[in-house]
């Protein structure tokens, strides 16, 4: 196989695959497959729930006719560059949950052919590209690994809502299962990748490479969740301590908050996972994991603590709770933390009124109705007793908050510490 005769699949188009199909669309034929027929129609009407492509931008590429969406298995069988995206989420008892990894390699293991390479972007623990992705594709292909067919691990690094750090411009991880396979995978990535390629020397350190970029930003942002909880008993500001102790070249300036998403809060439990798996039980990667995942309770407890102070009834009271993505500046809901805060806030018979402008929650999401405005100049600010601000959205930002001191204002990124609270 050769560079400029490749025909290119990708499985899955979400905030990973949907960038990868556009950019790669510019120099190759694409195939964009998705088990979802509600997402592909959207697509081919150039419609992005994630808003990553702006529809302009997939105007353009369906009219250059070399991308194709999809969810019929028919249309993969002329590709032979396929690359899997999609989620790897954990289950309830933060164990790796591998169904949609494995549905996606049966699938491409029924159009599988003579010479075809796999690439693998989706998040796992090492050698889960080898042990169990492989056989599948084995099982339902009927070929050989490393004799028929190639595979590789290329981790995504997209940082969904991000326009400044966006597909091109990170540097990219390659890898393959032979020499041949990792030297065509590096050219192919590098063909569209502006910031360059690092080629990995096996797939198992690509791998692991991708679970500890996680790991190390979640237990950065739990140690200044400690800290943020060490300084308040102390009657000391979070926000303060960090400004001034950022004045030094070489601190890393991380910031107190709800950790959610698909990546951090989730990708360290699938190193754990394996790690005890072969007999070692993680003790600094789970204690930052249960201190980041305590956050939203603490930040009730505040909460409720503030309001005390404030002499608020609390069975009267109007809350506002601005925010409900993961991440600023984002449409992705996937375990955000906001909506554990959100359930036990209800769970006193609290009445919430709830707004974000990326996001239109269903009434049946929570367990009890709510109040949301469809846009920021819908919102009398000035009715509400408590205001949470629990994401720093641009929008919010940009608010002009008037404190007369009879309300709790609760920042928890600290945007506005003139007038609010904050972790």
């Not at 411009?169 to 590098?190: E, H, P, R």
Request: charged letters at 20%.
């Amino acid at each position: 196989m050769r560079v400029d005769n490749i025909k290119i699949g990708i499985v899955g188009l979400g905030y990973v695959g949907l960038p990868l199909a556009v950019e790669f669309s510019k120099k190759y034929q694409v195939k964009g497959f998705d088990t979802s027929k509600t997402r592909v129609n959207q697509l081919n009407n150039s419609i992005d729930e994630t808003c990553e492509i702006d529809s302009k931008i997939l105007d353009r590429t369906l009219d250059n006719g070399n991308i194709l969406f999809s969810e019929n298995l028919d249309d993969l069988k002329d590709v032979n560059f396929y690359i899997i995206t999609v989620p790897t989420p954990i289950d309830r008892n933060n164990n790796p949950d591998l169904k949609p990894l494995k549905n996606a390699s049966l699938i491409v293991g029924q159009v599988l052919k003579d010479g075809d390479i796999v690439v693998y972007e989706s998040t796992v623990f090492p050698g889960a590209t080898e042990e169990i992705c492989v056989p599948i594709l084995e099982k339902e292909s009927g070929l050989v690994f490393n004799e028929n067919f190639f595979c590789g691990y290329s981790p995504e690094r997209i940082n969904p809502g991000d326009k400044k750090h966006t597909l091109t411009d990170i540097v990219k991880i390659t890898s393959g299962s032979t020499q041949f396979s990792a030297t065509l995978i590096n050219k192919v990535y590098s063909s569209i990748i502006n910031a360059g390629t690092y080629q990995a020397s096996s797939i198992k350190i690509a791998e692991a490479a991708k679970v500890i970029e996680n790991t190390q930003r979640d237990l950065n942002i739990a140690l200044v969740n400690e800290l943020a909880i060490i300084f308040n008993k102390m009657n000391i500001s979070t926000h303060e301590v960090l400004d001034a102790a950022s004045t030094k070249w070489n601190f890393q300036d991380y910031r107190p908050g709800l950790v959610g998403g698909h990546c951090i809060g989730v990708d360290p439990y699938y190193l754990t996972y394996k790690s005890e798996s072969i007999g070692y039980t993680p003790k600094v990667i789970l204690a930052g994991r249960k201190i980041n995942d305590g956050m939203s309770d603490y930040l009730v407890q505040r909460l409720v603590q503030s309001i005390s102070k404030s002499n608020l009834d609390l069975s009267r009271i109007n809350i506002l709770i601005l925010g409900l993505t993961f991440k600023e500046n984002s449409t992705d809901t996937r375990n955000s933390k906001a909506f554990n805060v959100i359930e036990q806030l209800l769970s006193m018979n609290l009445n919430l009124t709830i707004f974000d402008p990326n996001v239109e929650i269903p009434n049946n999401t929570f367990s009890s109705n709510l109040n949301q405005p469809k846009e920021i100049n819908e919102i009398n600010f000035e009715k509400f007793d408590v205001i949470l601000i629990t994401v720093s959205h641009n929008e919010f930002r940009k608010l002009n908050l008037k404190n007369d001191k009879t309300k709790v204002i609760f920042d928890i990124s600290g945007h506005h510490p003139d007038l609010t609270e904050t972790l």
